[in-house]
């Protein structure tokens, strides 16, 4: 089965500090696309950001970078300078390529709380 | 721009009644389809859309049934609903590229008794 796993189901952090989300997925293609969903408490999808697997640089938007690691499949968010309204949960998911049908697969989540 | 709208927000049926859940898209995307979020198991693909006309099957497509008769919308049918279908679910479009981003509704909780 292709699958995306997050074995973290809940993570905290202090306020200003640094924390990293894991992610690891299963795949046969080459060509894929990675993505990390913010869901805070009003139930909204917010794409947080996301990487082409045939990238080498991993993407950064502001605060939130990944750490992509394509021989081993695994696909970390660290969020730098954290703040309250970060706390959510946050799903990893890959985007499957085969058929074109544009499939997300989606990890269980991790739920992030953010400390005054 | 109004994005995935969805209806409704929140929705109580009973056991063998049916519903449609509303889903429309106003940014010409391709490419539909309708999730369901249970506690502890992520989001899992139910039915999806390329196109006006074109369904398929996600992951969970028992107990459900959909149609796309324009580009904008895609409604998910419950024909005869069951507690097990007691859960949140988001409707996604995106363009028909795996480049794209997919755009989510802001989701229906559906709770069947």
């Known amino acids: 089965a292709q699958t995306v796993t997050q074995s973290q189901p809940e993570m905290s952090v202090q306020e200003a500090e640094t924390v990293t989300l894991s992610c690891t997925y299963d795949?046969?293609?080459?060509?894929?696309?990675l993505f990390w969903y913010k869901q805070p408490p009003s139930r909204q999808m917010i794409l947080v950001i996301r990487q082409e697997a045939y990238k080498q640089q991993n993407a950064t938007e502001n605060r939130f970078s990944v750490n992509f690691q394509k021989a081993a499949k695994s696909f970390s968010l660290k969020i730098s300078d954290s703040q309250l309204g970060d706390a959510a949960m946050y799903f990893c998911a890959r985007r499957s390529g085969r058929d074109n049908t544009d499939k997300l697969i989606f990890g269980t989540g991790t739920r992030l709380q953010v400390f005054p | 721009n109004a994005g995935v709208t969805q209806t409704p927000k929140f929705q109580v049926l009973k056991t063998g009644q049916s519903m449609t859940l509303q889903c429309a898209q106003d940014m010409n995307h391709e490419y539909m389809s309708w999730y369901r979020q249970d506690p502890g198991m992520g989001l899992r693909l139910i039915h999806y859309s390329v196109g006006a006309g074109i369904t398929d099957q996600g992951e969970v497509p028992n107990g459900y049934n959909v149609s796309r008769s324009t580009t904008e919308d895609f409604p998910l049918r419950l024909l005869s609903a069951a507690p097990s279908q007691t859960s949140v679910y988001f409707c996604?479009?995106?363009?028909?590229?795996?480049?794209?981003?997919?755009?989510f509704g802001p989701g229906t909780r559906l709770t069947v008794l």
């Open positions: 795949t046969s293609e080459s060509d894929y696309y």
């Open positions: 996604a479009s995106s363009y028909l590229l795996r480049t794209d981003t997919q755009y």
